[in-house]
């Protein structure tokens, strides 16, 4: 089944605690991106990837990191210097970075206890 | 500054009517304009985008560069149309794919 996929659907953490959000896509797509959904603020972009090895901040990049060691996958890492940390994130992909058409996986719910 | 602001957080309309989702957009240049839909329980897609002048759905969005504008209409609304909706503009300073979303319009098509 192609696609891209996002784990764990629903993640729990405790103040303090890092955390990280896996994403993986099959579609051989060159750039990959993270966002924030929030109610009433629509989604906002943390970090994005256009090229394996390389990556950029988005708008709201503090209190998260990420990796590109692989192009199928570009997991992000919520830190404890996140402020506010309980949201909806979703992880992108497009074909390159010129793409109009950006493809969605399903979601992870990050909860801070 | 670069943005897109949709006014309306939620639109309740009964089935058959009209439907104009209201998008605008502040960008420097030609804009790359998109709208993108989520269902209950499905992922967020890609409904249509400008440079296509496609319907989709029997949606369509006209880019209106004198009122910075790329608002989403249907003529006839169905059931099946009820989601959320984001505009989006194509951001940047070079063809990064940056995505700058709008806030959402949750549409409600009530029987």
């Known amino acids: 089944d192609g696609g891209i996929t996002q784990s764990p659907k629903y993640l729990f953490r405790k103040e303090g605690q890092n955390v990280t959000l896996s994403c993986e896509q099959n579609?051989?797509?060159?750039?990959m991106y993270w966002y924030r959904q929030d109610p009433g603020q629509g989604l906002r972009l943390i970090y994005y990837?256009?090229?394996?090895?390389?990556?950029q901040k988005g708008d709201i990049a503090e209190g998260y990191s990420v990796s590109r060691e692989k192009k199928e996958s570009f997991p992000l890492t919520v830190t404890s210097a996140q402020k506010n940390p309980t949201a909806f994130y979703l992880c992108?992909?497009?074909?390159?970075?010129?793409?109009?058409?950006?493809?969605f996986g399903p979601g992870t719910r990050l909860t801070v206890l | 500054a670069q943005r897109v602001t949709q006014p309306e957080k939620l639109l309740s309309v009964f089935k058959g009517a009209p439907v104009e989702l209201k998008c605008n957009y502040s960008y420097s240049g030609s804009p790359e304009l998109f709208w993108y839909v989520q269902y209950s329980r499905q992922r967020l897609q890609l409904l249509l985008r400008?440079?296509s002048r496609e319907s989709i759905k029997g949606f369509t969005a006209d880019l209106n560069k004198g009122e910075t504008s790329f608002h989403l209409k249907k003529p006839f609304a169905q059931e099946e149309d009820s989601a959320m909706y984001y505009c989006?503009?194509?951001?940047?300073?070079?063809?990064?794919?940056?995505?700058?979303f709008g806030q959402g319009t949750t549409l409600q098509v009530k029987p």
């Open positions: 989006a503009l194509k951001g940047g300073s070079s063809n990064t794919g940056k995505l700058i």
């Open positions: 990837s256009q090229i394996v090895n390389d990556f």
């Open positions: 992108a992909s497009s074909i390159r970075r010129e793409s109009n058409e950006q493809f």
């Open positions: 579609l051989n797509h060159d750039a």
């Open positions: 400008h440079i």
